[in-house]
């Protein structure tokens, strides 16, 4: 599953949140689907593996499927990965 946060963060004009999910897979899927570049993955191939999205493109998103969630429950979501990764090693793609 691919999720959005709840985060407004600005940077220059435009308004940002995260987007992640549960596998590098599916996160990627989601940035192709909704036309983010894939050079602008963050922390890649850690259980913080994002992209920071503008909120046009986090419309795209959940309109495409992502499940909105709270910063708390995104963190959630991020702690889960985390554990997946160690204890499978790279975990599901």
Excluded at 18 to 37: F, N, P, Q, W
Excluded at 52 to 75: M, N, P, Q, S, Y
């Amino acid at each position: 599953m691919v999720y959005v946060d709840d985060m407004r963060a600005g940077y220059g004009r435009m308004v940002m949140c995260h987007m992640v999910a549960d596998s590098t897979g599916e996160l990627l899927a989601m940035a192709d689907r909704i036309g983010v570049a894939r050079k602008w993955i963050q922390a890649k191939g850690t259980h913080r593996e994002h992209f920071d999205i503008c909120l046009a493109k986090r419309k795209l998103a959940v309109a495409a499927g992502a499940i909105e969630l709270t910063r708390k429950e995104l963190l959630r979501v991020t702690l889960e990965r985390r554990n997946v990764l160690r204890h499978y090693g790279a975990g599901p793609s």
